[in-house]
């Protein structure tokens, strides 16, 4: 027969599941809306996008920017980047305060034609994500000073980072442009940011 | 004997602890809280601290609350392999002449192992939904393979409690159908909750409510079946209550027992579709359903023993 004592057991266990599942659920969502530190600011620059417009620092004020330096004839890590960049962009196309930023590291080869035809071929059909480019040693410095990247050999030793920034313009994190799980965690943060960048304004 | 019996009352308890625990991970977000396995960050203990991180793992990747309960998830794993090992262990050396007991346990401990790889095939696709549904499904049949042969186990050791019982032979389909729509429900509830994922990445910011309103007819489906579910189970109850049939006390224990637990699967179905997407009441809606599997595995055994010698 069922006893009263297992009944109370059971009932107990489950209770003792629930309380101990919240704490963790409650302790898991706080430590994942932790926004990430302010790096540093990002550096002042001059750069021109694909539509021929000037781009600068102050172009980043009151946006969330996802940036990233690859340049177009790229055989490696590029495609990959831009691939999961596009994805990001197309994921957030209601979401015009989110702006992505791909700085070519051939600036010689990247005319704004060729960043043009770049643009299209990637889908890119609004101002949310441009390609900017500047003269090549504006550009190296730009990466390694600026953005503290990896800089030696370019334009094949450009970085595989996404630098995000803040509608501040500070850079707040670099995640691995080529891979899946660090791109989910920078997905997370962008909407963390967002959702700051709304309730601010 | 008894010993052996003992264990997998152990190992079930164990499980489905675990199952629990697993869904744990997946309501709270933690499932990528170590990026490699079977280390968490190269570390047999997870780092505290930025500064323990390897080189060739990305900082952003680090976050403490997230890697330790990812972590615990596969210390508690590796814990209930270990008992099932020592189950199985017990059941070669004291029911060798008796298959039903042994192989079945066997069989669940070659699929712990195969369920452990897999938890690192998680890590390395980085959560694919199909790879995560797999993973329930590996758990829930590891579970009912114990309950079968920790059942079998208690009929040789303690004699036949179902002897007296004359139940109708279309029980076992009723039983079946129910195993059959508990099954199928827990994968449409499981591509309910991988659409739901997919449509949050893909309109980042939008409520989870309605997220679930988007998704296509699988979540009426998945409602319907639970109420010809609800009804299956009560004409079940129908059948066994009559007394003419001398059914065990055990059988209508576990008849009434998935009644109660089918109602409350409603009831949470329906609050996470007309309240909120709660975390928790997701993952008790899992573990409640791999529950009334367990149950119809339970009353299957029953049938089969209240038809032997």
């Known amino acids: ?201 | 004997m008894k010993k052996y019996f003992q264990f997998s009352v152990i190992s079930i308890v164990f499980t489905y602890l675990l199952i629990f625990i697993g869904g744990l991970v997946r309501v709270s977000g933690a499932g990528m809280g170590c990026p490699d396995w079977p280390k968490c960050f190269d570390r047999w203990i997870p780092p505290t601290n930025l500064e323990q991180l390897p080189d060739y793992i990305d900082p952003e990747k680090f976050n403490l609350v997230l890697a330790w309960v990812e972590y615990l998830n596969r210390l508690f794993g590796a814990l209930v392999g270990l008992i099932i090992l020592v189950t199985c262990v017990y059941g070669l050396l004291y029911f060798k002449n008796h298959k039903r007991v042994t192989f079945s346990i066997t069989l669940a401990l070659f699929i712990t192992f195969v369920e452990g790889w897999l938890g690192s095939k998680l890590v390395d696709t980085v959560l694919d939904p199909v790879t995560i549904t797999l993973h329930l499904l590996l758990a829930l049949i590891i579970i009912g393979l114990i309950i079968y042969s920790s059942i079998q186990s208690y009929y040789i050791i303690e004699g036949n409690f179902e002897k007296d019982s004359v139940y109708p032979g279309h029980i076992k389909y009723i039983i079946l159908g129910i195993m059959v729509c508990v099954v199928v429900e827990i994968i449409i509830g499981t591509e309910i909750r991988g659409g739901l994922d997919i449509s949050r990445k893909e309109n980042p910011l939008i409520e989870g409510v309605i997220l679930l309103k988007m998704l296509g007819p699988f979540k009426y489906i998945h409602t319907i079946l639970g109420v010809i579910l609800l009804g299956l189970v009560f004409y079940l109850r129908k059948i066994i209550q009559n007394i003419k049939l001398f059914p065990s006390d055990y059988m209508i224990y576990a008849v009434n027992f998935m009644l109660i637990i089918i109602c409350i699967q409603i009831v949470l179905g329906e609050s996470l579709v007309f309240f909120d997407v709660k975390p928790l009441v997701q993952l008790f809606h899992m573990w409640f359903s791999s529950l009334l599997l367990g149950l119809s595995i339970v009353q299957y055994t029953f049938w089969k023993i209240s038809n032997s010698v």
């Open chain 1, 1 to 201: 027969m069922i006893k009263k004592i297992h009944l109370v057991s059971v009932l107990s266990l489950v209770v003792f599941l629930g309380i101990g599942a919240t704490w963790v659920i409650t302790k898991a969502t706080q430590a994942s809306q932790v926004l990430p530190a302010v790096i540093k600011q990002a550096p002042p620059f001059s750069l021109v996008s694909h539509h021929g417009e000037p781009f600068t620092k102050d172009s980043l004020r009151n946006k969330i920017s996802v940036l990233d330096f690859i340049f177009t004839s790229c055989p490696g890590p590029c495609p990959i980047m831009s691939n999961n960049m596009r994805t990001l962009y197309n994921q957030y196309k209601l979401h015009p305060d989110l702006q992505f930023i791909s700085i070519t590291v051939d600036p010689e080869y990247d005319s704004q034609e060729v960043l043009k035809i770049y643009a299209d071929a990637n889908g890119v059909n609004d101002k949310r994500w441009k390609f900017l480019r500047a003269d090549m040693e504006k550009v190296k410095k730009l990466s390694s000073d600026g953005f503290l990247l990896m800089s030696d050999n370019l334009p094949a030793g450009h970085s595989v980072k996404f630098v995000l920034i803040d509608g501040d313009g500070n850079i707040r994190q670099y995640y691995n442009g080529t891979d899946k799980a660090s791109i989910s965690i920078l997905r997370n943060h962008i909407n963390l940011f967002l959702k700051k960048l709304r309730s601010s304004v």
